[in-house]
């Protein structure tokens, strides 16, 4: 137990005592939240859905991703493919444009049996990688979500092939419409709210903290007596949960999937997201995804405004993952992070 | 093939090949048996004209012949791709992301260079010294820099691979590029395999495209020459004891840092010629650096990580289930091949040939 201990002091730049940091830490996440609470009031719905919508769910994947590699060492690729499966799952069992595929079941049924679907596979996957060790994960989770991308895309009878589906109604309970874009915010601020929160919990319960064990040192956990192999299956079990509701929530906000949706391109663009967030805490993947989402609307307009190729996206995306890789490997987290370690000392140096 | 049995039964007690053959039948009579009734079955299915009936239940004979050949040449390619691949992993733990980018970048100056001078084989070079340049600067201007951090180095060759695609789309456009075959090369090839009789008795005998034969026997001539170098070669040695443990080698006085870069420009100018072939045999196009560095992981995955000879078998077990997926059961024809993968993951995740 002295390992729980130790483990909870997770290790920041800033120093000082236990409530300092817990308000250094959560005032920007309060306030955070406050504002997204509050930002319907002061903003289009385009912001609200096009903006701040893709950035809560595709940090929610992301953050799928960043618990396996950031508490467990796991790169795994295959997130964005369980939440694929999760959406197309929800488009089999509920409603879409073809009714020669979707079965139309009520969405207490379908949403939850989707989730169940995609865990499962999410958890396979996991225990199929878990047995090898580092940097095998990213190669065999990387062929998997390829092996998913080409099922969509050459299946008919299921996946609809190519063209996938469209017109995915979100569906309409308790009194409210939630395709209309208001309660379809709220929704996705509840979900990516409730699994940050989530993650963070669980990252400081003896299960997380024995998972950063099996990261840190393997060996020694199994030596103590840890299962390490269940431990990670049961890792990559929590973050499947996570990303099928992503994966559920994203289908309802775009209104359509196809392969693409899943494919190689999204995987990669996952990881990018949760690397240039910055994989040492839950919010990085969030700030990733901010930073993505922005780039992907206004990058085009932006590259025309300075004269460059608006077709150039991909470099420029590439080219800032490769900055963040080379310089800052723990992401804008680091950045921010080391800027308050730096304000924090000149600021001592000054007082003295 | 025949170096990745022979590798497998001499590692055994390292007697004389005959020999462990014959004790291993003593042994297994059983399996032994059944080996020699699938190998005997094979035989039959390639050489004789199969029967009316048979044809009737499993589809035409020069189907199955054309999917075999096809698999096994195109398992040549894919030979050609993972074996730097695999080589590269094996030595430095690094799993090159951008090598399927190398692969097209390769296609695509082979392509100029046969443009620009008219002659197949110049490209070949052409296309080895460009990769071979760009792995070698990748190698000692950025990994050199980050050893021993796998992840990172990964995530790098990750970014690499997205900027190279778009600067290649950039350059050459997003339209299929085919690179023509020499005149030499072109035309068919008769072979001794009987496809079908005629109503008169006749045998009609498979012809086959003579540059995939000769690629073919191409990138055996490479594997082999590999493994020689691998096994005959002081540089080879080197090698394959960085593979077990290069920190020892590199305490032992060895330069290191030089075999690292020399392997991963060779690894690069082989992923390089292998466009041309891919050019050659299909087309180099848009979505190619990912198709190739799926195929290569695959292989690799399946033959077992930093195994030459494990490539060459993946390779040949990948190109097979592909093409034969092609012809027997379409819709599911590339998830086949991510099945062989899972299974040979659950059963034996070090891969056929790995070692732990």
């Not at chain 1, 079941?105 to 949403?111: K, L, N």
């Given at each position: 137990?002295?390992?729980?201990?130790?483990?909870?002091?997770?290790?920041?730049?800033?120093?000082?005592?236990?409530?300092?940091?817990?308000?250094?830490?959560?005032?920007?996440?309060?306030?955070?939240?406050?504002?997204?609470?509050?930002?319907?009031?002061?903003?289009?719905?385009?912001?609200?859905?096009?903006?701040?919508?893709?950035?809560?769910?595709?940090?929610?994947?992301?953050?799928?991703?960043?618990?396996?590699?950031?508490?467990?060492?796991?790169?795994?690729?295959?997130?964005?493919?369980?939440?694929?499966?999760?959406?197309?799952?929800?488009?089999?069992?509920?409603?879409?444009?073809?009714?020669?595929?979707?079965?139309?079941?009520?969405?207490?049924?379908?949403?939850?049996?989707?989730?169940?679907?995609?865990?499962?596979?999410?958890?396979?996957?996991?225990?199929?990688?878990?047995?090898?060790?580092?940097?095998?994960?990213?190669?065999?989770?990387?062929?998997?979500?390829?092996?998913?991308?080409?099922?969509?895309?050459?299946?008919?009878?299921?996946?609809?092939?190519?063209?996938?589906?469209?017109?995915?109604?979100?569906?309409?309970?308790?009194?409210?419409?939630?395709?209309?874009?208001?309660?379809?915010?709220?929704?996705?601020?509840?979900?990516?709210?409730?699994?940050?929160?989530?993650?963070?919990?669980?990252?400081?319960?003896?299960?997380?903290?024995?998972?950063?064990?099996?990261?840190?040192?393997?060996?020694?956990?199994?030596?103590?007596?840890?299962?390490?192999?269940?431990?990670?299956?049961?890792?990559?079990?929590?973050?499947?949960?996570?990303?099928?509701?992503?994966?559920?929530?994203?289908?309802?906000?775009?209104?359509?999937?196809?392969?693409?949706?899943?494919?190689?391109?999204?995987?990669?663009?996952?990881?990018?997201?949760?690397?240039?967030?910055?994989?040492?805490?839950?919010?990085?993947?969030?700030?990733?995804?901010?930073?993505?989402?922005?780039?992907?609307?206004?990058?085009?307009?932006?590259?025309?405004?300075?004269?460059?190729?608006?077709?150039?996206?991909?470099?420029?995306?590439?080219?800032?993952?490769?900055?963040?890789?080379?310089?800052?490997?723990?992401?804008?987290?680091?950045?921010?992070?080391?800027?308050?370690?730096?304000?924090?000392?000149?600021?001592?140096?000054?007082?003295? | 093939?025949?170096?990745?049995?022979?590798?497998?039964?001499?590692?055994?007690?390292?007697?004389?090949?005959?020999?462990?053959?014959?004790?291993?039948?003593?042994?297994?009579?059983?399996?032994?048996?059944?080996?020699?009734?699938?190998?005997?079955?094979?035989?039959?299915?390639?050489?004789?004209?199969?029967?009316?009936?048979?044809?009737?239940?499993?589809?035409?004979?020069?189907?199955?012949?054309?999917?075999?050949?096809?698999?096994?040449?195109?398992?040549?390619?894919y030979f050609l791709v993972a074996a730097g691949f695999t080589l590269i992993f094996g030595l430095m733990r690094n799993v090159n992301l951008a090598h399927g980018s190398l692969y097209l970048f390769g296609g695509y100056m082979g392509y100029e260079a046969g443009v620009w001078s008219n002659s197949w084989l110049l490209s070949y070079i052409v296309a080895f010294i460009c990769c071979a340049l760009v792995g070698a600067a990748m190698q000692i201007l950025i990994f050199r820099r980050m050893e021993g951090q796998d992840l990172r180095q990964t995530l790098v060759t990750l970014g690499l691979s997205i900027v190279f695609a778009d600067l290649m789309v950039w350059v050459w456009g997003g339209n299929a590029i085919q690179i023509d075959t020499p005149d030499y090369l072109t035309g068919p090839v008769p072979t001794p395999i009987i496809v079908a009789l005629k109503p008169s008795g006749d045998a009609i005998f498979l012809q086959y495209p003579r540059v995939r034969l000769v690629i073919f026997a191409a990138a055996v001539l490479i594997g082999i020459g590999m493994w020689l170098a691998l096994h005959r070669t002081r540089i080879g040695v080197m090698i394959r004891a960085g593979v077990d443990d290069r920190d020892m080698l590199s305490v032992l006085g060895y330069r290191v840092q030089l075999l690292f870069a020399l392997v991963f420009a060779f690894g690069a100018g082989l992923a390089g010629m292998a466009g041309i072939v891919g050019g050659t045999f299909q087309s180099i196009s848009l979505g190619e650096?990912?198709?190739?560095?799926?195929?290569?992981?695959?292989?690799?995955?399946?033959?077992?990580?930093?195994?030459?000879?494990?490539?060459?078998?993946?390779?040949?077990?990948?190109?097979?289930?592909?093409?034969?997926?092609?012809?027997?059961?379409?819709?599911?024809?590339?998830?086949?091949?991510?099945?062989?993968?899972?299974?040979?993951?659950?059963?034996?995740?070090?891969?056929?040939?790995?070692?732990?």
């Amino acid at each position: 137990m002295a390992l729980s201990e130790t483990g909870t002091a997770r290790p920041i730049g800033v120093g000082g005592d236990a409530l300092s940091r817990w308000f250094s830490d959560h005032a920007p996440t309060l306030l955070l939240g406050l504002l997204l609470v509050l930002l319907p009031a002061a903003t289009t719905d385009f912001v609200l859905d096009q903006i701040v919508g893709w950035t809560l769910v595709l940090g929610m994947i992301a953050l799928s991703l960043m618990f396996l590699a950031g508490y467990g060492g796991m790169v795994s690729l295959v997130q964005m493919t369980v939440a694929g499966l999760a959406g197309y799952s929800i488009t089999v069992l509920g409603a879409s444009s073809l009714p020669s595929i979707s079965l139309f079941w009520p969405w207490w049924v379908a949403a939850p049996l989707a989730i169940l679907i995609a865990v499962a596979f999410g958890t396979l996957a996991g225990a199929l990688s878990a047995r090898t060790e580092g940097i095998y994960t990213i190669m065999i989770t990387l062929a998997l979500a390829s092996a998913f991308f080409y099922l969509t895309l050459q299946n008919w009878s299921i996946f609809n092939g190519f063209n996938g589906f469209t017109s995915i109604p979100a569906p309409i309970f308790l009194g409210v419409n939630w395709k209309s874009a208001l309660p379809l915010y709220y929704l996705i601020l509840f979900c990516a709210g409730l699994s940050y929160t989530a993650v963070l919990y669980v990252s400081r319960a003896p299960f997380g903290i024995a998972l950063q064990g099996t990261r840190d040192n393997p060996r020694r956990m199994e030596a103590i007596g840890f299962n390490v192999t269940a431990h990670r299956i049961a890792a990559y079990a929590f973050a499947a949960v996570i990303a099928a509701i992503g994966g559920i929530l994203l289908v309802w906000l775009n209104n359509q999937i196809s392969p693409g949706t899943a494919g190689i391109q999204a995987t990669i663009d996952l990881l990018v997201i949760a690397v240039v967030g910055g994989l040492g805490h839950p919010i990085g993947a969030f700030i990733g995804a901010f930073i993505y989402v922005l780039l992907r609307t206004f990058a085009l307009d932006a590259l025309v405004a300075v004269g460059l190729d608006g077709r150039r996206f991909q470099t420029i995306i590439g080219l800032g993952f490769l900055i963040i890789v080379l310089f800052s490997p723990d992401g804008v987290i680091g950045l921010w992070r080391r800027w308050l370690a730096r304000a924090a000392t000149s600021r001592r140096g000054t007082s003295r | 093939m025949a170096t990745a049995l022979g590798d497998e039964s001499t590692a055994g007690g390292g007697t004389p090949r005959g020999d462990a053959l014959s004790r291993w039948i003593n042994h297994r009579p059983l399996a032994a048996l059944l080996l020699a009734i699938i190998v005997i079955f094979c035989l039959w299915l390639i050489l004789a004209p199969w029967p009316q009936a048979f044809e009737e239940w499993f589809g035409r004979k020069r189907l199955f012949i054309n999917a075999l050949f096809n698999g096994i040449t195109l398992g040549g390619l894919y030979f050609l791709v993972a074996a730097g691949f695999t080589l590269i992993f094996g030595l430095m733990r690094n799993v090159n992301l951008a090598h399927g980018s190398l692969y097209l970048f390769g296609g695509y100056m082979g392509y100029e260079a046969g443009v620009w001078s008219n002659s197949w084989l110049l490209s070949y070079i052409v296309a080895f010294i460009c990769c071979a340049l760009v792995g070698a600067a990748m190698q000692i201007l950025i990994f050199r820099r980050m050893e021993g951090q796998d992840l990172r180095q990964t995530l790098v060759t990750l970014g690499l691979s997205i900027v190279f695609a778009d600067l290649m789309v950039w350059v050459w456009g997003g339209n299929a590029i085919q690179i023509d075959t020499p005149d030499y090369l072109t035309g068919p090839v008769p072979t001794p395999i009987i496809v079908a009789l005629k109503p008169s008795g006749d045998a009609i005998f498979l012809q086959y495209p003579r540059v995939r034969l000769v690629i073919f026997a191409a990138a055996v001539l490479i594997g082999i020459g590999m493994w020689l170098a691998l096994h005959r070669t002081r540089i080879g040695v080197m090698i394959r004891a960085g593979v077990d443990d290069r920190d020892m080698l590199s305490v032992l006085g060895y330069r290191v840092q030089l075999l690292f870069a020399l392997v991963f420009a060779f690894g690069a100018g082989l992923a390089g010629m292998a466009g041309i072939v891919g050019g050659t045999f299909q087309s180099i196009s848009l979505g190619e650096d990912s198709h190739f560095l799926l195929a290569s992981l695959v292989v690799v995955i399946v033959g077992g990580m930093g195994s030459i000879p494990g490539a060459a078998l993946g390779a040949l077990i990948i190109g097979l289930s592909e093409q034969f997926g092609l012809v027997y059961f379409q819709n599911y024809a590339t998830v086949a091949t991510f099945v062989i993968m899972v299974v040979v993951l659950a059963l034996r995740p070090q891969g056929l040939l790995g070692r732990r």
